[in-house]
C-alpha cells in the first residue's frame, strides 16, 4: 500500500464505490453468484452474461432472427 501511486488509490476507491452500488441493487441469488469477485468490472461482467448476453452473443442473435 505504501508503494501505490495516487492514481492507484483513485482506482481502488473508485472500484469499492462501484462494487458497493452494484451489490446493493442485487438480488440475493445475483450476489451470491458474484460476491467472491474481486472488482466490479468482473461482476458487471458475470451480470450482462448472466442477464442479457455480451455484445458477440447479441450480434449472432441478430444473425440467426433475420
Known amino acids: ?3 501505490w501511486s495516487d492514481q ?3 482506482n481502488i476507491q473508485l472500484n469499492s464505490k462501484v462494487m458497493h ?7 440475493p ?3 451470491g453468484s458474484v460476491s467472491s469477485y ?9 451480470l450482462e452474461v448472466t442477464h442479457d ?3 458477440v ?5 441478430l444473425v440467426f432472427s433475420t
Open 1 to 3: 500500500m505504501n508503494e
Open 8 to 10: 492507484d488509490k483513485k
Open 21 to 27: 452500488i452494484l451489490f446493493c441493487e442485487l438480488g
Open 29 to 31: 441469488d445475483e450476489y
Open 38 to 46: 474481486e472488482n466490479a468490472k468482473n461482476v458487471w461482467g458475470k
Open 53 to 55: 448476453g455480451t455484445y
Open 57 to 61: 452473443v447479441k450480434e449472432k442473435r
